[in-house]
């Protein structure tokens, strides 16, 4: 791993440890949890209000996404889902319900405070069918062929290796799993350098991909279906946008016995 790689993954670790810190310290005031950010094209007013009113105050205020996943990904009950950097846990406990008691939801971290702040959330959720665990989204620390849907939040335009977290994603992924993602993508006639000219790397602009990479990329990775669709502007020619995507085969059918 390069020196500027290392320090990109500590910059985006430092940010969303203090904005876990920041949504603990906040929930122990008077007040309750403020959002770690207010704006609208980020965060949980992204939401339905009915999504956040059946969560912790700490999950909706540590919110910092680009979209809302799990209202894209089409979760069915017994599904076994995988959140990509899950940061407080609030597209985890959103899936959990969703999939029922006999489905799964994991979250996959590298911030140690964001993974407290989760299972904290999850605690006072009283919801149980969820795993946590820490780890990059380029290497993904569950077994080949386990998950039905990965979901991400604004995260794979964080990453320093978008091809790795493709080809993870591709591998944890059973026949016919899909992935229902929210993230930021760039117009295709902006160079690398004008991305950077209109927001930093730890604020999701910086690194995103174009949507012609994107495409290309999960190609690359051996998916097919790709469908990407802007839904909202987070910067001039930058997109918040919708990514639907499908690893080929059959799909395996829900009542299989499999264990929890």
């Known amino acids: 791993m390069s020196e500027q790689t290392t320090d990109l993954r500590e910059t985006v670790r430092r940010r969303y440890a203090a904005a876990a810190v920041q949504v603990t310290e906040g929930g122990a005031g008077c007040c309750g949890p403020q959002p770690v950010e207010i704006d609208d094209t980020f965060g949980s007013t992204l939401y339905a209000a009915a999504d956040r009113e059946q969560l912790p105050a700490e999950a909706v205020a540590a919110s910092l996404g680009c979209g809302n996943p799990t209202a894209v990904a089409e979760l069915r009950e017994g599904e076994r889902v995988l959140d990509l950097g899950s940061g407080g846990g609030i597209d985890v406990l959103l899936s959990a319900r969703r999939v029922g008691p006999t489905g799964r939801a994991y979250g996959l971290d590298m911030t140690e405070e964001m993974l407290a702040l989760a299972l904290a959330n999850t605690a006072k ?136």
């Open 125 to 260: 959720a009283g919801v149980t069918n969820v795993e946590f665990l820490k780890g990059v989204i380029e290497a993904i620390p569950l077994p080949a062929a386990t998950i039905d849907v990965v979901i991400s939040n604004c995260v794979i335009n964080l990453s320093t290796d978008k091809q790795a977290v493709f080809a993870e994603t591709f591998r944890v992924l059973r026949p016919g799993g899909r992935i229902g993602v929210s993230d930021v993508v760039a117009d295709d006639a902006l160079t690398r350098s004008q991305r950077a000219e209109r927001g930093d790397h730890v604020g999701c602009i910086a690194g995103a991909l174009s949507f012609t990479e994107y495409h290309r990329g999960l190609q690359a990775a051996g998916f097919t279906d790709i469908e990407i669709i802007p839904t909202h502007a987070v910067a001039d020619g930058m997109h918040s946008a919708i990514v639907h995507a499908t690893k080929p085969g059959a799909a395996d059918p829900l009542a299989d016995g499999r264990e929890n």
